[in-house]
C-alpha cells in the first residue's frame, strides 16, 4: 500500500479512536461489533421471511445465510491470509497510541470480516426488498456500517479494513442477491 494513504489511514483511525472518544460510544460500540447482541434481528428476518413469504422466504433466509457464509470464509481464509496486514492494536506505530476498547483479536486485519459478513448480508437484503421497501437500503447500509464504524472504534481494525471489507462484503451480497432472482424470478 502506498506510505501516503497508510498515514491517511493511520490519521483516521487515530481520530475515531482517539478524538470522537466518549462514554456513550465506549459502552456502544463493543454492543454493535458483538454478533450476539444482533441475534434478536436475525430471528426477527428469519421468522419475517418464513411466515410472510413460506417457501419464498425460506430460500431468502438460505442465501442470507450463504452471502455471510461465502463473504466470511473468502475474507477471513483467503484474502486476510494472503495480505496479512496487522491489526491497529499490534501495529507498531499506532498500538503505542491506541485506546483498546476490547481484546485485540488474533490474526490478520485486511479486510474486516466483520464489515465483509454484515455488508454482504445489507446488499442482499436490500437489493431482494427493494421494489418493496425502498427505505430498506438506508437502514441495512447505516446497520452494516455502524459495525464497520465500531470495529475501528474499539481499536481492531483500520478504516481501509472495513472499506475494503464493505466493498467486498457488497459485491458478495450483490451476487447472492442475483443468484436469487434467477432462482426466484417472480419475487
Not at 485506546?99 to 490478520?108: D, L
Request: proline share 6%.
Amino acid at each position: 500500500m502506498p506510505e501516503q494513504l497508510l498515514q491517511l489511514d493511520r490519521h483516521l483511525f487515530y481520530f475515531i479512536n482517539h478524538d470522537l472518544s466518549n462514554p456513550f460510544f465506549d459502552w456502544l460500540m463493543p454492543l454493535l461489533r458483538n454478533p450476539r447482541f444482533w441475534i434478536p434481528l436475525y430471528v426477527f428476518i428469519i421468522a419475517f421471511c418464513t411466515y410472510k413469504y413460506r417457501k419464498a422466504g425460506i430460500v431468502i433466509v438460505l442465501m442470507l445465510v450463504a452471502s455471510a457464509g461465502v463473504a466470511d470464509f473468502v475474507s477471513a481464509s483467503i484474502i486476510k491470509p494472503a495480505i496479512q496486514r496487522v491489526r491497529p492494536c499490534r501495529d507498531p506505530i499506532t498500538a503505542e497510541k491506541d485506546i483498546p476498547r476490547v481484546r485485540c483479536g488474533s490474526g490478520y486485519s485486511f479486510p474486516s470480516t466483520h464489515a465483509s459478513d454484515h455488508f454482504a448480508m445489507a446488499a442482499f437484503i436490500s437489493l431482494v426488498f427493494a421494489r418493496r421497501w425502498r427505505w430498506i437500503w438506508y437502514i441495512s447500509m447505516f446497520w452494516a456500517a455502524s459495525i464497520c464504524f465500531a470495529q475501528v472504534y474499539v481499536s481492531v481494525h483500520f478504516p481501509i479494513d472495513v472499506i475494503g471489507g464493505a466493498l467486498f462484503g457488497m459485491v458478495v451480497g450483490f451476487g447472492m442477491a442475483q443468484l436469487f432472482k434467477k432462482i426466484q424470478p417472480g419475487f
